[in-house]
DNA sequence: AATGAATGAGAATTCATTCAT
DNA sequence: GATGAATGAATTCTCATTCAT
């Protein structure tokens, strides 16, 4: 019906579906809150058993004005994927930034992302559920961030700190899919004793996997040359 | 209602939820239809599209009959999310039988997960899907899969064929995460220019892949006893 | 669908209504226990919620065998109440034997009426429900009663025990709708600190009833001759 | 879920069960003609065989609107037996008005009753029935009305208007069971040869049963101090 | 005589979306 | 811009009854 593209241009100035005019000031705010409020129903309901109705309330607006702002609930579910995306993407190259080696960088990426994830365990869920809600803007959200990694390997290839052989995008995806399932297993399937989520992935973990992630780029001295 | 745990004893002679008596050899034959059909329906149009009535069409049968065999649309995902998990297991040992290394056992492993999504595409979005439906059961699927690889791990490293430094379970869930999005990646988004799907993954990736693998398990020489 | 007519002949030897022909001595004992199954399954969830697979169950026999005894859910209800309807007369009738004059047969056979009410508070229940699920049944079982007291009012008017001006007919129904609403309030609804229902009618209460009825039947010597 | 006491304050403003505010003008016609469409459906049919389905169409609705104002079938069928509840005690205090003496007001008061159900045969059904749906409406529905009596037997025994060792909870009661019951037999039962149900009760037939109460009621000069 | 698998009409209920105000 | 009443297609689930064994 809506097709996903109307929400990818992320960055564009919002406009409204049902005049196709720019929003004043005031609608913006409206658009803000429903958003926000989408985040936390999609968050702690799941996309099907949230509704628009429950969204609207938890904004404080009408119901009927949802639909001034969004198509449907696919696209404000869309647009809330989109938003996850800058962010956890942010949250990731913010703790790349100053990193002084490739396989740092590597590890601090990581970590960004396992920070973003324990902070918002819910929302990451949301993310992962549009697999199966919206297909197109699961891929992209995974494309931009494989993006990312894949230019980060190939120049890294390059200096010489990350192993030649190796194809950078499928490391990328590689690397993308293991970050995914230990944040899952290590993070949102973990609770303590009183039932309480950790607030960050158990740093014996991560070192493990800094240290898999380390074997697997870096290069081998002992078999240069080596296999096909 | 009912529980996950139902369904879990996947091996037990199967008893009618209205009853609760074993079933007669014709009651087995109805439930393997809708079993069949359940699968058939699940792959092609997702767990919410799906339904109930759907289903019954698809196998024949008349619509009141499902709840003599399962109490919901979600027990029958469940029972399927279970059998799907027993057909890749097998699809994967029966690939590492005869393996003459561990690496080697690892590789193949790997590629009869491969082989499994590729002739199941549709059929292994729906044991993603769980996550959002059942997610004791998607737990449980993992698990199972990521004990088997865990326990291979271990006993690899006592042979020194895989690096004793890593922890082994941390390495089986990163393990499965990569098989699962380069699956996702090079298997479901892929089409050839007609939009047929792959019949297997592209030996490049998979290459590509076993390298990453090789690397980030194999004992590295230059560094034994190396880093924290 | 099925007439009541069926089944009212209450006396007669008991027919299968798929055969149409006298029930053997197995057949005779399969019908009781249904019928004292469906006693017990409609006294305790009512009609509507009562179900045949219910009271198949509660008889320890097959869902088929039930539809060879009886026509539907509604025949075996009705010949329920018939049976229930024998067993108030016999506890009335009992009770008023050898009662010293009309004034007290009348007691007596009030005292019988709720005597059963109180051993059977749900079972008599099932009786009034019959009103909205077979009326005619209904309407037989208020009338058979109704036309016991008629005789005996009728009878005791001649001896001059009752008031010569009341009309039998109507004095008879409003004597049964007093038996009703005080049953229905002073049995079926109290209900002592426990939650235990009494195991029979508070004698206030009975005293209470009977000295209304007294003045309402007995002879008023005060006014004789006197109102229109 | 929705317990009858959301209902019982009769008088209040209805609220919408969805959202919990309080009807709009537009709101509270559509939810009146829902309870007039109901009166008919239930009466004509029954709780049983009435439907939301067939309420909504007499009402000319959308069959989702109805869930804006009512929680379920139970609940509009609550709703509609306390507004008769009303009416009928409306029916009987408006006959009772300016009655001479306290004997000629409990007459009253039964016709009063007679002509409600004379009017609306199908409708006292309704009222009936909900000992089956909803019991703790009808114990409300008979308790208001018995109320009524009671303390009107009360304040005419201490004027003398009525036998003083009458309990008038009791009377109450049985004058209530013994309405109930003509009601039904003279009233509900009754058609002449073409089938059509009486106007009003058969006058010989409320004589009789006035004189009936007349002999209950009235004190008993002849016994005056007389019996246990 | 007994069985229980199969059936499908019918019931209640939900919710994304529209539109008149 | 904002609202919320109205809608009805679609879904899940129940259960009296049939019938082949």
Redesign the interface.
């Known amino acids: 019906m809506s097709t996903p593209g109307d929400v990818l241009d992320d960055e564009a100035t919002p406009i409204s579906p049902a005049t196709g005019r720019p929003l004043t000031k005031r609608g913006e705010a409206t658009r803000r809150r429903l958003l926000e409020a989408a985040e936390e129903v999609f968050a702690e309901q799941?996309?099907?058993e949230a509704s628009i109705v429950k969204i609207t309330e938890r904004a404080g607006i009408g119901l009927g004005t949802f639909y001034l702002y969004f198509d449907s609930k696919q696209s404000i579910f869309e647009a809330l994927v989109i938003d996850l995306n800058r962010r956890v993407r942010h949250s990731m190259s913010e703790a790349m930034e100053g990193a002084a080696s490739r396989l740092d960088a590597e590890r601090a990426g990581f970590a960004g992302f396992f920070r973003f994830t324990a902070q918002h365990p819910a929302l990451y869920?949301v993310v992962?559920?549009a697999?199966?809600v919206s297909p197109e803007v699961l891929?992209l959200h995974?494309s931009r961030i494989v993006e990312g990694y894949e230019a980060g390997l190939r120049s890294a290839q390059q200096t010489g700190d990350v192993?030649r052989?190796?194809?950078p995008a499928?490391?990328a995806?590689?690397?993308?899919?293991?970050?995914?399932?230990?944040g899952m297993?290590?993070l949102l399937?973990e609770r303590d004793a009183d039932g309480v989520p950790p607030a960050e992935l158990d740093p014996?973990?991560f070192?493990?996997?800094a240290?898999?992630?380390?074997?697997?780029?870096?290069p081998?001295?002992?078999q240069e040359g080596g296999?096909?």
Not at 211 to 218: G, R, V
């Open positions: 799941g996309y099907h869920r992962r559920e697999e199966f891929r995974y192993d052989r190796l194809d499928v490391a995806w590689a690397l993308m899919g293991m970050g995914e399932l230990i297993r290590f399937w014996a973990v070192d493990a996997m240290m898999f992630i380390d074997n697997a780029l870096a081998r001295h002992d296999r096909s």
